[in-house]
């Protein structure tokens, strides 16, 4: 039987067609927008219109369909970003009725066959549609390789700025305007990884955790090219002078290691919280991965910090702490017990969502025996597994991942991934996943590091038993059903 997903619940996936890239992230009053790359007339990626979705807890969305369309076959709307202009320094809100607030204009790419060209639409009814802004385009360099804008307002300055990418001259360019249509370059940034070329670009400023500060964050895709293969999103930490990003350092970090996270964009106008979604996918083969009508998921939308990570012995810096959205209005069933050297526990409830939530603290980093392991076993109705756990290191662990499925195969479908996982200040290794129908997210020591992959089983199946295990560790362990309450 060839293996097709079961919708997600907890995670955004198109009704129908391909999705990739997040566009367009906008805080609207309570609600928040959620624009996505989309080809609603295939199941693989053609040249792509936005798509349109909102919540108003980041869990539920409501899917609006179409929010701005090609204008010809010719075009593809590439990905871009939203703002609220609400001081209409753009002036296309003039003689409207417009509140302050609702007045979003989208920054996008047009991509066209000989060349890449950044536009510019406005909504006059809060983000459900979009007119054209009858010049464009805004900002055209006669490139085919210039994409991807993100745009914000820079207080200290008094400018939108934009990052866009050169993307195969491996360059992040930074342009300056007062008015969202008049654009000016102000520097340019390479850095980190290469590979192929660069790709959405987004700089954000994100609070150190436990501090008053604030640090500029420069997020940064590239396809192909990552170390595990495929696509990813390095970022790099530094400051922001309203015309050059300077890094504090020279390390390329890794946001997240697993292999189906890419595409990274943030929220605007969401106050003081930065909110952070991905495409859960890899370019490797997500044209290639088995379908019902639609195809792609977005991970879960995550609350950004930065923290202080004791990566060894001798050195400790800053990472970009990934935390999931509080999912406990949806918890229905749990299970919890304390786990000494060997034992287990089961969720024995036979349920037809298969969505699992768990929180694991293990305690006896350091003092576990050298081969200590943790496992996390989930069991479909026909027994397929999925597998995944923690085995003992120096100074930490390595969390595993086997996404082995019979019915599926792909070369490039890495089946078997780990990442290293330090210990945290307490000495020990903290453990929160959520599995969702196809997806299963792993958040390290309160998201230091984090773990996104895909998995595939057979058609109408998914996970309904999940059970943890130990060897030589100890360790509290919670496991929720997750329910909506639509299902």
């Keep these: 039987m060839t293996p097709r997903p079961p919708f997600p619940l907890v995670h955004f996936s198109p009704p129908v067609g391909f999705m990739n890239d997040p566009n367009g992230l906008v805080k609207v009053g309570q609600t928040y927008h959620l624009y996505y790359q989309h080809n609603p007339h295939?199941?693989?990626?053609?040249?792509?219109?936005?798509?349109h979705a909102t919540s108003t807890d980041l869990i539920q969305w409501t899917d609006h369909g179409t929010a701005i369309s090609k204008v010809s076959e010719d075009e593809g709307v590439f990905s871009g970003c939203c703002v609220v202009d609400k001081d209409n320094t753009s002036q296309l809100f003039s003689g409207t009725k417009v509140p302050p607030e609702e007045r979003i204009v989208a920054i996008f790419t047009s991509n066209w066959p000989d060349n890449q060209v950044q536009s510019i639409a406005y909504s006059?009814?809060?983000?459900?549609?979009?007119?054209?802004?009858?010049?464009?385009?805004?900002?055209?360099?006669?490139?085919?390789?210039?994409?991807?804008?993100?745009?914000?307002?820079?207080?200290?300055?008094?400018?939108?700025?934009?990052?866009?990418?050169?993307t195969q001259k491996y360059e992040v360019a930074f342009y300056g305007s007062s008015n969202l249509i008049d654009w000016q370059e102000l520097s340019t940034?390479?850095?980190?990884?290469?590979?192929?070329?660069?790709?959405?670009?987004?700089?954000?400023?994100?609070?150190?955790?436990?501090?008053?500060?604030?640090?500029?964050?420069?997020?940064?895709?590239?396809?192909?090219?990552?170390?595990?293969?495929?696509s990813m999103v390095q970022y790099f930490?530094?400051?922001?002078?309203?015309?050059?990003?300077?890094?504090?350092d020279r390390i390329t970090r890794m946001a997240d290691y697993g292999k189906d996270w890419y595409a990274s964009q943030t929220w605007s106008n969401s106050g003081d919280e930065v909110l952070c979604i991905g495409w859960a996918s890899n370019?490797?083969?997500?044209?290639?991965?088995?379908?019902?009508?639609w195809k792609s998921t977005m991970s879960l939308p995550r609350r950004l910090t930065l923290a202080k990570c004791p990566y060894n012995p001798e050195y400790q810096g800053y990472v970009l702490a990934q935390q999931a959205p509080d999912v406990s209005a949806y918890r229905r069933t749990k299970i919890s017990g304390k786990l000494h050297q060997y034992a287990e526990i089961e969720h024995q409830r036979t349920s037809k969502n298969g969505i699992f939530e768990f929180a694991i603290d293990v305690t006896n980093c350091g003092t576990e025996?050298?081969?200590?392991?943790?496992?996390?076993?989930?069991y479909s109705q026909q027994g397929q597994k999925l597998t995944m756990g923690l085995m003992a290191f120096e100074a930490g662990a390595h969390f595993y991942i086997d996404r082995t499925q019979k019915e599926f195969s792909h070369p490039l479908f890495t089946e078997k991934l780990s990442a290293f996982v330090p210990l945290n200040s307490s000495g020990h290794i903290k453990v929160h996943g959520i599995v969702d129908r196809g997806i299963v997210e792993i958040y390290l020591n309160d998201g230091q590091v984090v773990?996104?992959?895909s998995y595939i089983l057979p058609e109408k199946e998914s996970l309904q038993q999940l059970a943890i295990s130990t060897k030589g560790y100890e360790a509290q362990a919670t496991i929720y059903e997750l329910v909506l309450e639509a299902d």
């Design 189 to 230: 940034f390479t850095g980190g990884f290469t590979g192929y070329q660069y790709e959405m670009p987004d700089l954000v400023q994100v609070p150190v955790s436990g501090t008053g500060e604030k640090k500029w964050v420069l997020m940064l895709s590239i396809n192909p090219g990552s170390p595990i293969g495929g």
């Design 451 to 453: 773990f996104t992959n």
């Design 237 to 248: 930490i530094g400051d922001f002078d309203g015309r050059e990003f300077t890094p504090e």
């Design 283 to 293: 370019w490797q083969y997500c044209n290639q991965l088995p379908v019902g009508p």
């Design 42 to 51: 295939d199941s693989v990626w053609g040249p792509p219109e936005w798509g």
């Design 369 to 378: 025996p050298a081969d200590a392991s943790l496992s996390i076993e989930g």
């Design 124 to 166: 006059l009814d809060g983000g459900y549609t979009f007119k054209r802004y009858a010049h464009n385009p805004v900002l055209d360099i006669s490139s085919t390789q210039f994409r991807d804008p993100k745009v914000f307002y820079h207080q200290q300055t008094g400018k939108w700025i934009m990052s866009v990418t050169k």
